[in-house]
């Protein structure tokens, strides 16, 4: 069974920094591209960043670009996403994901970030 468990979710000044984490478990871990994607309250998902297998090449949405930092550890089957420099409008639920033909479209339960003074 495929699962996805986020963690270091929480509230954060402007201007701060959170790292989230995605636990996974079930499938091959270092062979799929992940994804962060976010829901902001009253608006729909927004995708965020993915980080892909084997070359580990990264992008990201523009409005995160050059403050989030998206990483994995293969060996510990875990997804990262640093975020600096955070602001309001990042306040969101934030999702990881992953995505195989094979093996499906699976998401975690999401974590709660608030951006607030």
């Known amino acids: 069974e495929v699962q996805l468990v986020e963690s270091g979710g929480g509230l954060v000044q402007p201007g701060g920094s959170l790292r989230l984490s995605c636990a996974a478990s079930?499938?091959?871990?270092?062979?799929?591209?992940l994804s962060w994607v976010r829901q902001a309250p009253g608006k729909g998902l927004e995708w965020v960043s993915v980080i892909d297998s084997g070359t580990d090449t990264t992008t990201y949405a523009d409005p995160v670009k050059g403050r989030f930092t998206i990483s994995r550890d293969n060996a510990k089957n875990t997804l990262y996403l640093q975020m600096n420099s955070l602001k309001p409008e990042d306040t969101a639920v934030y999702f990881c994901a992953v995505y195989g033909s094979s093996l499906g479209c699976y998401w975690g339960q999401g974590i709660q970030v608030t951006v607030s003074s």
């Open positions: 079930g499938f091959t871990f270092s062979t799929y591209p």
